[in-house]
T-cell receptor
Framework: AQSVSQHNHHVILSEAASLELGCNYS??????LFWYVQYPGQHLQLLLKYFSGDPLVKGIKGFEAEFIKSKFSFNLRKPSVQWSDTAEYFC?????????FGKGNQVVVIP | EAQVTQNPRYLITVTGKKLTVTCSQN?????MSWYRQDPGLGLRQIYYSMNVEVTDKGDVPEGYKVSRKEKRNFPLILESPSPNQTSLYFC??????????????FGEGSWLTVV
């Protein structure tokens, strides 16, 4: 079964700082990769997804992620965060009819 | 409007009292699934269904049951709830059995507390 690892569960940074969240997955087949964001008290929203083509994927709200097949990674980046980016971020991998999530990164942006 | 609707949104119940969390989608999706979200553990899949009358276990199925008698509904049943099932539950649906490239729609979540 596939699995996802996210590191640095708690991230605190100041506005305008750059953000990078790591995501490593394990799965032997063709993968489809996702990043979701969950704002406080809300449900999951899709930030971006990768299933083929350009490994650099751009999503909503200025986020992007890069799929590196050789490293089994799909790291999320944002060059300059805002206070409104305070949320929990989940990486997910789909394979074998199942969507597996990482444990999430709690990101707090200080104004 | 495309949506996944869960009910109840908030529930406090007692150990052993059977309860059902309903999930309904209005998009004619084949694939539906249930997740529970716990602090530090992310989202873990409980059960999923690839179509009517087709269900399968996810990562943490113990203590739960599901049914898929109609395409639009996928209720989650806790026959005898226990405190370790206190969690935030999400229902999700997708247009095809493969999520590949398709948008996965999540419900707004159901906060369940078992005392």
């Amino acid at each position: 079964a596939q699995s996802v690892s996210q590191h640095n569960h708690h991230v605190i940074l100041s506005e305008a700082a750059s953000l990078e969240l790591g995501c490593n997955y394990s799965y032997g087949g063709t993968v489809n990769l996702f990043w979701y964001v969950q704002y406080p008290g809300q449900h999951l929203q899709l930030l971006l997804k990768y299933f083929s083509g350009d490994p650099l994927v751009k999503g909503i709200k200025g986020f992007e992620a890069e799929f590196i097949k050789s490293k089994f990674s799909f790291n999320l980046r944002k060059p300059s965060v805002q206070w409104s980016d305070t949320a929990e971020y989940f990486c997910a991998v789909y394979g074998n009819n199942r969507l597996a999530f990482g444990k999430g990164n709690q990101v707090v942006v200080i104004p | 409007e495309a949506q996944v609707t869960q009910n109840p949104r908030y529930l406090i119940t007692v150990t052993g009292k059977k309860l059902t969390v309903t999930c309904s989608q209005n998009m004619n999706h084949e694939y539906m699934s249930w997740y529970r979200q716990d602090p530090g553990l992310g989202l873990r899949q409980i059960y999923y269904s690839m179509n009517v009358e087709v269900t399968d276990k996810g990562d943490v199925p113990e203590g739960y049951k599901v049914s898929r008698k109609e395409k639009r509904n996928f209720p989650l049943i806790l026959e005898s709830p226990s405190p370790n099932q206190t969690s935030l539950y999400f229902c999700a649906s997708s247009p095809r059995r493969e999520h590949s490239g398709n948008t996965i729609y999540f419900g707004e979540g159901s906060w369940l507390t078992v005392v």
